[in-house]
């Protein structure tokens, strides 16, 4: 089991900055991905960004150019610094690390989201 928690969400103003944190603990030992998803009110969830353990990382392309995701592997703990914040990035973010294990197959675990809010 892997558990997640969140921080940093909150109000800010367009053209702002953010910076989410998500520190995973359980069993997060090998190779892994961590990342954020969000998702809007009636619409699905959306990956926003990822880096694998490695340090690969993957964008929407919404958010290239404005958010980076960063990890440090010591504390197991994904980053995600959001600038040039738009009133459209309003919305729960919720991170997320997966794995696959021979054992046990993929698995994947989600943090309990953390709000974002955008004021035009």
């Known amino acids: 089991q892997v558990q997640l928690v969140e921080s940093g969400g909150g109000l800010v103003q367009a053209g702002g900055s953010l910076r989410l944190s998500c520190a995973a603990s359980?069993?997060?030992?090998?190779?892994?991905?961590m990342g954020w998803y969000r998702q809007a009110a009636g619409q699905q969830r959306e990956l926003v960004a990822s880096i694998s353990t490695g340090g690969s990382t993957n964008y929407a392309d919404s958010v290239k150019g404005r958010f980076t995701i960063s990890r440090d592997n010591a504390v197991n703990t994904v980053y995600l610094q959001m600038n040039s914040l738009r009133p459209e990035d309003t919305t729960v973010y919720f991170c997320?690390?997966?794995?696959?294990?021979?054992?046990?197959?993929?698995?994947?675990?989600w943090g309990q989201g953390t709000q974002v809010t955008v004021s035009s």
């Open positions: 997320y690390f997966s794995k696959y294990t021979l054992v046990s197959g993929p698995q994947v675990y």
């Open positions: 359980g069993s997060t030992f090998g190779v892994n991905t």
